[in-house]
């Protein structure tokens, strides 16, 4: 009789470990796929954020600019303000030019 139930209870510590082993296996296949996804989602964002890069690189440097013309500032302090009201228009507060440009 204590045999019996010695052997049951194996029985369910058998079944038990390999349940708990079978659901560990599930978690480790589960987590590695979700790490694969993670990896494969942040190199497509990597390579977007590359291509919209490479494309305003282009486009920046491809646009030709028309040729400004701004008078000269010869030294004349009278001619400051004027001067100065029409580089910034023209060029300082642009917001389509880059820094580059």
Not at 23 to 47: M, P, V, Y
Request: proline residues 1%.
């Amino acid at each position: 009789m204590f045999q019996q139930k010695k052997e049951k209870k194996d029985k369910k510590s058998d079944h038990l470990q390999k349940f708990c082993d079978f659901q560990i296996n599930l978690q480790h296949k589960f987590f590695a796929e979700q790490q694969e996804r993670s990896e494969h989602q942040w190199r497509l964002q990597q390579e977007y954020i590359d291509k919209l890069k490479e494309e305003r690189s282009v486009l920046s440097t491809s646009v030709k600019l028309p040729k400004l013309d701004i008078a000269s500032l010869n030294g004349n302090k009278l001619l400051w303000v004027e001067f100065w009201d029409s580089f910034q228009s023209a060029v300082h507060n642009n917001k389509k030019l880059s820094d580059i440009d």
